[in-house]
């Protein structure tokens, strides 16, 4: 028998429940295919938690996600709580769960599917092949250094500094290389150590551990190089790391090589093989309750889970099949569609896959 996995189930807002459902389903299909056990529990979080609990992050949530195996998370987020105070914002929830959950960094793939090339803006013989990774360090940097303003003979300056130390950098960069290392076996490791301090002491840090991953291809990129070659040789990248602000850049750079915000799926990262599993996109209220939704960016969060979290390669490449095969007989739903009348809808795009799940 395998060993039950704990998942926490946060759907959140907007398309966040319709899209969590379909994964749900695939959660269970891996049941049934594979003899994994999944046991998953509901939390409220986000604007639904504010309206029900009056934070946007109640404890009870925070205590599922600490007892569980990893989390898989919809979206958050809504007009309605817009002008809500700070602290009864959802986004303020988001920020504050990646925090207690110990979470540093952000896991983006960019994978290109053959049959959504004319969805992208770059060509097509550019993007073929391309399947990488962004590993992102979130908690240090620019984005939380000490900042300030001042006044000075020139009128008022401000400040912002970038702040990193040797183990913020260690932590981030050995789970670039332990990812690497499960894929295509190279790393790409990026900053402007022609320039920022911060950046010498990331890539020294990255030569002096890499003697430990001999299996794997190390390069570093400069972060400006590193912009241009995504767009001129993506597919030659596998794992790229970097610091918190150029991952910010980066990430959203190689997400557009792919075209569609409804496919993207994304992972945050703590200590040992605990994450939070997420699609890329928001809560899409434009679109929520109407059956409109993508639901493969979520599905592919799953799979991503299977992945980084319970080594369960086979499940994942299982889905992951199951996603090509159904764009390939030309399945769409509307953000991806040509026709949007024909376009399927957030169930009949699960079921699809369902259906074309084998073992
Ligand atoms: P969004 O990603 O929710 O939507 C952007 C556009 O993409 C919309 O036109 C939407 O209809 C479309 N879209 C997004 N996901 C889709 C899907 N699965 N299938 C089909 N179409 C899809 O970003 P937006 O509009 O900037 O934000 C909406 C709300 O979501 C805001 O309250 C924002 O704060 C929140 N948000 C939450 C995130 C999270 O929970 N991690 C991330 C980004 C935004
Ligand atoms: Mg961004």
Not at 78 to 91: A, H, Q, S, T
Not at 97 to 124: H, W
Not at 210 to 221: C, G, I, K, S, T
Not at 230 to 258: C, H, K, Q, W, Y
Request: proline share 4%; hydrophobic share 40%.
């Amino acid at each position: 028998m395998a060993e039950v996995k704990k998942i926490a189930v946060i759907a959140g807002d907007g398309i966040g429940p319709e899209v969590v459902a379909e994964a749900e389903k695939v959660l269970n299909k891996t049941e049934e295919l594979f003899g994994y056990k999944f046991e998953t529990e509901h939390g409220l979080f986000g604007g639904i938690a504010i309206d029900e609990k009056g934070t946007p992050l109640p404890e009870e949530t925070l205590q599922l996600c600490r007892n569980a195996d990893a989390v898989l998370l919809g979206a958050v987020g809504g007009p309605k709580w817009d002008n809500n105070p700070k602290e009864l914002r959802p986004e303020t929830g988001l920020l504050g769960i990646r925090k207690e959950l110990g979470l540093f960094s952000n896991i983006r793939p960019a994978v290109i599917f053959d049959c959504l090339m004319e969805a992208s803006t770059i060509k097509p013989e550019v993007l073929k092949g391309t399947d990488l990774i962004v590993v992102r360090e979130l908690t240090g940097g620019i984005y939380f250094g000490e900042k300030f303003r001042r006044d000075s003979a020139n009128g008022q300056e401000a400040v912002d500094t970038c702040v990193y130390n040797v183990s913020e950098v260690e932590r981030i960069v050995r789970q670039g290389f332990e990812i690497a290392q499960k894929r295509r076996k190279k790393l790409a490791s990026v900053d402007k150590a022609n320039v920022l301090e911060t950046s010498r002491l990331w890539r020294e840090t990255v030569n002096r551990i890499a003697p430990e991953y001999p299996d794997v291809e190390l390069e570093h990129v400069l972060v400006d190089n590193c912009a241009m070659q995504l767009l001129r040789r993506p597919s030659s990248f596998d794992v790229i790391v970097t610091e918190n602000m150029f991952g910010d850049i980066l990430s959203d750079e190689a997400a557009m090589l792919t075209g569609s915000i409804g496919m993207l799926s994304s992972a945050s990262l703590g200590e040992g093989s605990f994450g939070l599993y997420e699609p890329v996109h928001g809560s899409a209220p434009d679109i929520a309750g109407q059956g409109l939704a993508n639901p493969i960016a979520t599905i592919l969060s799953v799979a991503l889970m299977f992945r980084l979290t319970f080594g369960y390669e086979d499940a994942a490449d299982s889905i992951e099949r199951a996603v090509k095969q159904v764009l390939d007989a030309g399945h769409r739903t509307a953000d991806i569609a040509a026709d949007r009348t024909k376009a399927l809808s957030t169930v009949q795009m699960g079921e699809k896959i369902l259906q074309a799940m084998t073992k």
